[in-house]
Structure formats: structure tokens, C-alpha cells
């Protein structure tokens, strides 16, 4: 690159403004009940486009409330949510399933692909919800995701015929059906072993680079976390933002 090119490809680099995918403004989450149970106290987060962001924090403090309430799957008890700059306490019903099937993509611990389907088949699921039926051309798309991650010979295999590794990039895939902006992802590597779990996080993370698809993962994987771009911790239902360094310096206290 000509020096006036690389300076001009700085220069829009440092202008550009990239755009938010996520923000949250004082979310609250209590769970009513016998007992309340307050657990998310107000938290601000920003995530923007093509960011890989990890959530880490202990058992029971809040990730997967956190996690469900972007995804529009749960309701906060207060404050706002915007996805692409929506606030999504103004849709309805059938604008919020738009939503969990267009924009946000999921990617749960049990990969909960259904059983009685074929790896194909679950992985075009989110586009025959929303379609009735995939055209050739999204057909297409899901077949070459399925290449990418390595399962071309798997496409007519059902999920108990696949190792828990496949049944995972096999639940990549899907998230990834209707190419959404934004994949949620709670624990994904959590039910696997060592090596199946790298080999899903690094797909993952090339999916984000590739495609430019923005994830938040929840993980208790520290090696994991070192490596996405921003790590977040969740405490006594607050939210904060904490360099590589103060991770691993935490990880060693911990140790
Ligand atoms: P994490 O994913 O970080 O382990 P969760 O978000 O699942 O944590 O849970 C946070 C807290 O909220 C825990 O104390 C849990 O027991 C409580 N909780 C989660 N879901 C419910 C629910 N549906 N009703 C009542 N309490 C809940
Ligand atoms: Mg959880």
C-alpha cells in the first residue's frame, strides 16, 4: 500500500464511529417470588459490530439473565435494551420473534438441536420458522456454513449420530442461518472436552472475523476469554469491564 493510501485507510479507520449492536441503560433484573432474588442492579453495556466480547462471572451471578434478556427471550424489571438501535420494549409479539430469528443468533451449553431432524435440517431451522420453506439460494448459504465447519459429510446425519463437538458447529451453523448481526452465546464450549471445545470457540471466532458477525459468549473458560476482544465481569450484579491483564492477574490470585 502507497503511503498516501495507508494514510488515507488510517485516517477512515480512526473517523469511522462503529456502530452499536447492543446497548443496555440501567437494566435491573429481580425474580419475584417467594423470595425476591435481585440480580442484575443496573447495567450499562455497549457492544459494537464485529467485536467478540466474553462474559465471565461466578455461578448464579447473572450471566445467562443477562444473556436471555438481549436476546429478547426474557424481560428486564427495568431500565431499557436497544438492539441495532431499537428499543425493544416497543415491539410486539410478532416484531420480537422477527428479532430473535433475524438479528440475534443463539448458541446454547446443550446445543439443543432437535433430535428428530436431521444436522441439515436443524441447521436451516431458524429459516423454515421464519419462511415456511429455504429457497435454493439460502439453501446454499447453509450448506457452505456447514463446509466451513467441517461438516459436509455430516449434512444427513441426526444429532445422536454426531459427536457433541459436531452437534456444536452444527448449532453455529444455525445461529448463523439468517445471518444475524449478533450471536449470543451461553457457555457453547462448556459441554465439551478440552480439544472439541477450542476447535468450536476458534470457528467461532473466525465466523466473528470472517463474516464480521458481532458474539457475545458467556464462558468459564479462561483461556478462552484471554483471547476474545473485551472481557466483561459480572459482580454482585454490577457489570465491568476488565483488561487481559487484570483477568489473568485474577485467574493467578485464583490459583
Ligand atoms: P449464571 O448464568 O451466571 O450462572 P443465572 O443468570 O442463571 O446465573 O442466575 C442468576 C441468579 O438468578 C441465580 O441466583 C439464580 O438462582 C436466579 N434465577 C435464575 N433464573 C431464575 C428464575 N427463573 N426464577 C428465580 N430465580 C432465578
Ligand atoms: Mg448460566
Do not use: W
Not at 445461529?175 to 464450549?189: G, R, V
Not at 471445545?197 to 478462552?224: C, K, Y
Not at 466483561?232 to 476488565?242: P, R
Request: net charge negative; with cysteine.
Amino acid at each position: 500500500m502507497s503511503p498516501a493510501a495507508a494514510k488515507i485507510k488510517t485516517e477512515s479507520t480512526v473517523n469511522e464511529t462503529p456502530s452499536l449492536v447492543i446497548e443496555t441503560r440501567g437494566l435491573k433484573k429481580t425474580y419475584f417470588g417467594k423470595i425476591n432474588v435481585p440480580v442484575l442492579h443496573g447495567l450499562d453495556i455497549k457492544i459494537y459490530a464485529r467485536e467478540f466480547v466474553a462474559i465471565i462471572g461466578q455461578s448464579g451471578s447473572g450471566k445467562s439473565t443477562l444473556l436471555n434478556i438481549l436476546g429478547a427471550l426474557d424481560v428486564p424489571t427495568g431500565g431499557k435494551v436497544f438492539v441495532n438501535g431499537t428499543d425493544i420494549s416497543l415491539l410486539d409479539e410478532d416484531e420480537l420473534a422477527q428479532l430473535r430469528s433475524e438479528e440475534v443468533g443463539f448458541i446454547f451449553q446443550g446445543h439443543f438441536l432437535l433430535n428428530e431432524f436431521s444436522c441439515l435440517e436443524n441447521a436451516l431451522m431458524p429459516i423454515t420458522i421464519r419462511h415456511g420453506e429455504a429457497d435454493e439460494e439460502q439453501r446454499l448459504r447453509v450448506l457452505k456454513l456447514l463446509e466451513r465447519v467441517g461438516l459436509s459429510d455430516q449434512t444427513n446425519k441426526f444429532p445422536d449420530e454426531m459427536s457433541g463437538g459436531q452437534n456444536q458447529r452444527c448449532a453455529i451453523v444455525r445461529s448463523l442461518a439468517n445471518a444475524p448481526k449478533i450471536i449470543l452465546a451461553d457457555e457453547p464450549t462448556g459441554n465439551l472436552d478440552s480439544r472439541s471445545g477450542e476447535e468450536v470457540f476458534q470457528l467461532m471466532r473466525e465466523m466473528n472475523r470472517e463474516s464480521g458477525v458481532a458474539f457475545v459468549m458467556i464462558t468459564h473458560d479462561d483461556r478462552l476469554a484471554q483471547e476474545a476482544d473485551r472481557i466483561l465481569l459480572i459482580e454482585d450484579g454490577n457489570i465491568f469491564e476488565i483488561s487481559k491483564e487484570e483477568h489473568r492477574e485474577r485467574i493467578a490470585k485464583i490459583i
